[in-house]
């Protein structure tokens, strides 16, 4: 991991966990022109993006965002969030005793404990994707560009050319593991999660949410893919996230 920071330690903290094939420092320049305030913003690079080392696993990755808020003072956290791998880090996060998180947002998460058949199915997917971006050597991957827009999956396609095969396992893994326990009342009102209608992982959270966390606020978006509402309306998005902050979360973050 590689650590993106931006703004004044002064303001409220934010934590931006990027999705697969997408950087930090990506994420931070889509979302940062449309918040309403200044915060300081954390958007690190996750392992095989932007200028962090190869993947290992979510705990490596948790470890080593962890270890840089603690040793720069930074407990009290506005919000954390989390697209689609950023939530395995963003999830672990959450229940750390060690941080007060005020609100979490998180989009397009497998909520299962064990996805077997969608860890196969991705690494299949991204593996035979990997070997003919190698051969085509496309500016832009022709199906990202059918569910982002060509600006985004070229964006998205610069970060996979980077990714090698053994970083593609194990951001797999990590999509598609998660420990789940039953969320008390306090941590269901601060949480968020989104997902595109036709979201694959929406049919694996969809069986989950109830059981775990029935009461936290629940979005779908009509007709969009994995994550496609927050590359196609930024600006939308960004200003349902505030609102969901509030503005009592942000000034007694401060």
């Known amino acids: ?25 990506d994420l931070y320049n889509l979302m940062k022109p449309c918040f309403r305030r200044n915060y300081h913003i954390v958007a690190p690079d996750q392992g095989g993006h932007g200028q962090a080392g190869g993947y290992h696993s979510a705990d490596e990755e ?14 009290e956290i506005a919000l954390v969030y989390g697209a689609s791998l950023g939530v395995a880090v963003g999830w672990r996060l959450f229940f750390d005793p060690a941080f007060h998180i005020a609100r ?12 077997r058949f969608a860890e196969w199915f991705m690494k299949r997917m991204f593996r035979s994707r990997k070997k003919k971006l190698a051969k085509t050597h496309a500016e832009a991957s022709p199906s990202l560009v ?17 990714i090698t095969i053994n970083d593609i396992d194990a951001i797999c893994h990590a999509c598609c593991h998660y420990d789940l326990r039953r969320l008390t009342d306090d941590e269901q009102k601060k949480l968020h999660l989104d997902f595109g209608e036709k979201d694959f992982d929406w049919m694996y ?21 994995h994550c496609g ?24 973050s401060i």
Do not use: H
Request: aromatic share 14%; with cysteine.
């Open 1 to 25: 991991m590689y650590i993106n920071e931006y703004g004044s330690r002064d303001d409220p903290a934010v934590i931006l966990l990027a999705p697969m094939m997408v950087s930090g420092s």
């Open 62 to 75: 948790f470890q080593a965002l962890r270890s840089f808020l603690l040793e720069i003072g930074c407990t």
């Open 104 to 115: 979490a947002w998180f989009d397009g998460v497998a909520l299962a404990g064990n996805a």
């Open 146 to 162: 059918k569910m982002y827009g060509y600006d985004f999956a070229r964006m998205m396609t610069r970060n996979f050319e980077r």
């Open 205 to 225: 959270s969809r069986k989950t949410i109830p059981m775990y966390m029935p009461n936290a606020e629940l979005v779908i978006r009509p007709g969009y893919q």
């Open 229 to 252: 509402y927050m590359a196609a309306e930024p600006g939308a998005y960004v200003a349902q996230i505030e609102a969901f902050m509030g503005e009592d979360v942000i000034l007694n």
